[in-house]
C-alpha cells in the first residue's frame, strides 16, 4: 500500500529552528509537495521537490531524498505566524496526490 | 483511517460535456467536505464547501451553476462540472473533515481527479 508518515505535533520556541520530516512509500514517485495550512484556510503552496537535495527559498526550505523515501521542510527563525498545519504530499506514478495527515506546528513565544 | 477517494482519476472530455466527480470518505463520516483546484505548482485553490444535506458555500468568483456540488450522504459528495471548457482542465481535489472526531482543523484530502477539456 502507499503511505505517507509525518510526525503528528511538533512545538518550536519563535526564532528557532525547526525540521518537519516526511517519510513516504508509494508506487512510483513524481514529486513531492509541502503545503502549510492555516486553521479554516486552503493549503498554500511551500514547495515542489522532484529531484533531490536541498531547495531554500527564504526561511523555508526543503529536502528530498529519492533513495531514502524521505523528505523534510526546514523553517528557520520561526514566527508565530508559522503556526499551522504542514502537509506532505507525494505524486505517485499515476499522478495522484497522496497526502500525509499533516504535522501541526506550535509556535510559542 | 481517515481515507478519502475520489473517482474518476483521470477523465478526458469533449468541450460542451458535462463530468462528475465523486469524493467519498471511506471509513468516516464527512461532516463536510470541501472542493479545491490546483494549478500547477500553486496553492489549491477553494471552489467551494458543502455540509451534508444543506447546499454548498461557494467562494467568490467560482460559478454555482457551473459547478455544482451534492453532499446528499455522510460519505459522498460529488461535483459535476457542466458545459466543460478547455479553460476547466485542472486538477481538482476533494477534502473532508469529521467535526464527530472533534478535529475542528484537520481535513483529510482525497488523491484528485485530472480533468481534461479537449
Known amino acids: 500500500g502507499q503511505n505517507i508518515d509525518q510526525p503528528t505535533e511538533m512545538t518550536a520556541t519563535e526564532g528557532a529552528i525547526v525540521q518537519i520530516n516526511c517519510t513516504y512509500q508509494?508506487?512510483?514517485?513524481?514529486?513531492l509537495f509541502w503545503y502549510q495550512q492555516h486553521a479554516g484556510e486552503a493549503p498554500t503552496f511551500l514547495s515542489y521537490?522532484?529531484l533531490d537535495g536541498l531547495e531554500e527559498k527564504g526561511r523555508f526550505s526543503s529536502f528530498l531524498s529519492r533513495s531514502k523515501g524521505y523528505s523534510y521542510l526546514l523553517l528557520k527563525e520561526l514566527q508565530m505566524k508559522d503556526s499551522a498545519s504542514y502537509l506532505c504530499a507525494v505524486v505517485d506514478s499515476n499522478y495522484q496526490l497522496i497526502w500525509g495527515a499533516g504535522t501541526k506546528l506550535i509556535i510559542k513565544p | 483511517g481517515a481515507v478519502v477517494s475520489q473517482h474518476p482519476s483521470w477523465v478526458i472530455c469533449k468541450s460542451g460535456t458535462s463530468v462528475k466527480i465523486e469524493c467519498r470518505s471511506l471509513d468516516f463520516q464527512a461532516t463536510t467536505m470541501f472542493w479545491y483546484r490546483q494549478f500547477p505548482k500553486q496553492s489549491l485553490m477553494l471552489m467551494a464547501t458543502?455540509?451534508?444535506?444543506?447546499?454548498?458555500?461557494?467562494e467568490q468568483g467560482v460559478e454555482k451553476d457551473k459547478f455544482l456540488i451534492n453532499h446528499a450522504s455522510l460519505t459522498l459528495s460529488t461535483l459535476t462540472v457542466t458545459s466543460a471548457h478547455p479553460e476547466d482542465s485542472s486538477f481538482y481535489i476533494c477534502?473532508?473533515?469529521?467535526?464527530?472526531?472533534?478535529?475542528?482543523?484537520?481535513?483529510?484530502f482525497g488523491p484528485g481527479t485530472r480533468l481534461t477539456v479537449l
Open positions: 458543502s455540509n451534508e444535506g444543506s447546499k454548498a458555500t461557494y
Open positions: 521537490n522532484v
Open positions: 508509494t508506487s512510483g514517485f513524481n514529486g
Open positions: 477534502s473532508a473533515r469529521d467535526l464527530l472526531r472533534g478535529e475542528t482543523d484537520t481535513q483529510y
